[in-house]
């Protein structure tokens, strides 16, 4: 597996199973994950799972990414959270 090491990854779906298995292959291999999806509870629920297992520094983004002022929000979070 790649090293994930200070990269950081948005990961779609992450509130599905396939996106939350996702999410804990870039996180094993140390990525901080930005978690997107619709339901909220479900996203704060791996993120804890994420960040107890892993330490694993995780953001929780809940929307609908088919529309572009939640993307243009997401990108915004991400910039500000995340710094190049």
Same mark, same amino acid.
Not at 15 to 20: I, M, P, W
Not at 45 to 55: C, F, I, N, T
């Given at each position: 597996?790649?090293?994930?090491?200070?990269?950081?990854?948005?990961?779609?779906?992450?509130?599905?199973?396939?996106? %939350?298995?996702? =999410?804990?292959? +870039?996180? $094993? /291999?140390?990525?901080? @994950? &930005? *978690?997107?999806?619709? !339901?909220?509870?479900?996203?704060?629920?791996?993120?804890?799972?994420?960040?107890?297992?892993?330490?694993?520094?995780? %953001?929780?983004? =809940?929307?609908? +990414?088919? $529309? /572009?002022?939640?993307? @243009? &929000? *997401?990108?915004?979070? !991400?910039?500000?959270?995340?710094?190049?």
């Amino acid at each position: 597996m790649t090293d994930f090491s200070g990269r950081v990854v948005i990961v779609p779906r992450a509130d599905t199973e396939d996106g %939350a298995a996702l =999410a804990r292959v +870039l996180c $094993r /291999a140390g990525a901080a @994950a &930005v *978690l997107t999806g619709e !339901v909220f509870a479900a996203l704060g629920r791996l993120a804890e799972e994420l960040h107890d297992e892993m330490s694993a520094q995780i %953001a929780i983004f =809940a929307g609908d +990414l088919e $529309r /572009a002022d939640e993307r @243009a &929000v *997401l990108a915004e979070m !991400v910039a500000e959270l995340f710094p190049a």
